[in-house]
């Protein structure tokens, strides 16, 4: 049974940082992609990250870019997620996702190609 558990949620402080872990059993994350999702109240579940963990190939949100960093330790088999500058409206419940490799570059649009799901950890930010 595939299990996804992600971990590190919490307040911080606007400008602060947080990192997000996302520990896998059941499956090799270096077999499949693994993305985070983020939804805040009231809004659909948006792609934020997403890493090919076997090249290391990564993807991001726009409005990530240079602020989060996806990263995976195989021999862990755990991904990541480094959120640095965090603004007010980055406040979501963080999720992880499995997502058949073929699939990374188009999942962050479009989640419904994650194939395994976490249960998610609150990230708050505030101003």
């Known amino acids: 049974e595939v299990h996804l558990v992600e971990s590190g949620g919490g307040w911080v402080q606007a400008g602060g940082s947080r990192r997000l872990s996302c520990a896998a059993s059941?499956?090799?994350?270096?077999?499949?992609?693994v993305g985070w999702f983020r939804q805040a109240p009231g809004k659909e579940r948006d792609g934020v990250a997403c890493?090919?963990?076997?090249?290391?190939?990564?993807y991001y949100r726009y409005s990530v870019k240079g602020r989060f960093t996806v990263s995976s330790d195989n021999a862990k088999n755990t991904v990541y997620l480094q959120m640095n500058s965090l603004k007010p409206e980055d406040t979501a419940v963080y999720y992880c996702?499995?997502?058949?490799?073929?699939?990374?570059?188009?999942?962050?649009?479009?989640?419904?190609?994650?194939?395994?799901w976490g249960r998610g950890t609150q990230v708050s930010v505030s101003s």
């Open positions: 890493i090919i963990s076997s090249d290391g190939k990564t």
């Open positions: 996702g499995a997502i058949k490799s073929l699939y990374a570059a188009v999942v962050l649009e479009d989640p419904r190609f994650v194939a395994y």
């Open positions: 059941g499956l090799m994350i270096d077999d499949y992609a």
